[in-house]
């Protein structure tokens, strides 16, 4: 397929493609990416068998002790955010069929054939979208069907920057995620906060403690350097029993304990060993496209009991449609659609869904009015959409009609990031958000948690 995407989304996600290893070609005027000038070093945590991109980190020595002893904690909640790379088309994933005026602006990419949106009738989502709107007939999923911020950029790289940080702030380079985990996290557990995808993403970037980046599912291993085969398999089968010593003295006991813990996960994350795949109770999307992958190892690791608590990805698929947008989105919303109700699934057949929200978002919507050709350009307000067995369904302020667009002809916001931020950092967190969100007392929180 020919690519689609203009330039400057190009453009933003290279340069974000280097965040963390110093400080990337920038045009004049663009904000520097959150994270840039993090360091970045590889470890290998032993008694997880995780190889990891540590971002941000000082002296990790207590990095295998101190991951082993937050994961014997209580499990806590994992927030997941999930990024629609390019402005994805808020009126084709929602589409506003009962709007008169959506026929005569997309005379050829108006959408029809969807399901309706229960909140609200005049909206239909995408037949792409068709495993959302089963979630949202189980009360699983609200929609901000017009999302977005006060005097909006239409430029990828601003609105990207502004979503990541939390703030319509250039300067900042933490995300707002990373100043969460900065208040509330550990010196020793870069899994805190979780980047899929083998880069930093910028909303994970912090000031204090370390977070983590991986590819894969196929970094999910125990090795020990210097050994295989079958000594290396004894070694590491000898360590359930070593953990369960007992010794008056508090070393020793401390080293027990996270031999004990490193045995205990070793078996819980054998099914994700390269050579055997990982094992899940759901069926996932096949083929070669990484985000399913990524879902699925990511459900296994909370099963697991790993802990994470932020955790960062990119969807399937680009959404910068400029031009050729049908023969591209649908595609596009398929596989990002298909994984993300797989991993609804997984989580419930595995009993942690309660545990687990999942956002997903992207920079800005689209024009309302499509172009000449067979696409749409940059617009203001966009779609986001929060799915989880705990997510006060419905929606996040009212589609606003397309009667009184603003001066560029694009969709006005009617809930914007900040406050939806807010929501989720008081209510699924239990944090005060005034402490990470600038100036978070002027948005409103919407209710987003049952």
């Known amino acids: 397929m ?24 920038v045009e004049p005027g663009m904000p520097t990416p959150a994270g840039t000038g993090l360091t970045r070093r590889t470890f290998v945590a032993r008694s997880l068998g995780l190889a990891l991109s540590v971002y941000g980190a000082g002296k990790l020595s207590l990095f295998d002790g101190g991951i082993a002893e937050a994961a014997t904690g209580a499990p806590g909640p994992v927030l997941v955010t999930v990024f629609l790379e390019g402005g994805a088309d808020a009126l084709s994933l929602l589409a506003p069929v009962g709007d008169p005026l959506y026929r005569k602006l997309r005379p ?33 999923v609200a929609v901000c069907p017009a999302i977005g911020y006060d005097h909006p950029d239409q430029s990828h790289f601003t609105s990207r920057h502004f979503w990541e940080v939390g703030a319509t702030d ?36 912090t000031a204090r403690v370390p977070v983590a980046a991986i590819d894969g599912p196929g970094q999910y291993d125990f090795w020990v350097p210097g050994v295989w085969g079958e000594v290396e398999a004894r070694m590491l089968d000898a360590m359930d029993s070593l953990g369960r010593l007992r010794s008056g003295d508090a070393a020793f006991a401390t080293a027990a ?23 899940s109770p759901v069926q996932y999307p096949s083929g070669d496209d990484s985000f399913p ?68 978002w992207s920079e800005f919507g689209r ?26 369904s419905g929606q996040v302020g009212e589609f606003p009609g397309l009667a009184s667009l603003d001066a560029d002809g694009n969709v006005k916001a009617t809930a914007d990031f900040r406050g939806v931020y807010c929501a989720l950092l008081e209510q699924w967190f239990g944090f005060d958000a005034d402490r990470i969100v600038p100036s978070g007392g002027r948005f409103q929180r919407p209710k987003l948690v049952a």
Request: hydrophobic share 45%; glycine share 12%.
């Open 170 to 205: 250039p300067r900042l380079l933490t995300g707002w995620l990373g100043r969460y985990l900065d208040a509330t996290g550990r010196p020793d557990n870069p899994l805190q906060g979780l980047s899929l995808g083998g880069t930093l993403q910028p909303s994970l970037a």
């Open 293 to 360: 992958k990524q879902l699925q190892g990511l459900a296994a690791m909370i099963a697991a009991g790993l802990p994470l608590h932020c955790v960062a990805l990119q969807a399937s698929g680009e959404y910068d449609t400029h031009a050729g947008q049908k023969a591209a989105l649908t595609p596009a919303l398929n596989m990002t659609a298909a994984s993300l109700f797989a991993f609804q699934r997984d989580l419930e057949a595995r009993g942690i869904a309660d545990r687990v929200l999942t956002l997903v």
């Open 2 to 25: 020919t690519r689609i995407a203009c330039d400057e989304c190009t453009r933003a996600a290279t340069a974000r493609a280097v965040a963390g290893r110093g400080l990337p070609v």
């Open 367 to 392: 024009r309302a009015e499509e172009n000449g050709s067979g696409g749409t350009d940059h617009g203001a307000a966009g779609a986001a959409f929060l799915i989880g067995s705990r997510v006060s």
């Open 257 to 279: 304990n996270v031999t004990r813990q490193s045995a205990t996960l070793r078996r819980q994350l054998l099914p994700f060993a390269s050579d055997k795949g990982i094992s």
């Open 108 to 140: 050829n990419l108006a959408v029809t054939g969807g399901a309706p949106f229960i909140a609200d009738a005049r909206l239909s989502w995408h037949p792409a979208l068709a495993p959302l709107a089963q979630l949202d007939g189980e009360g699983k």
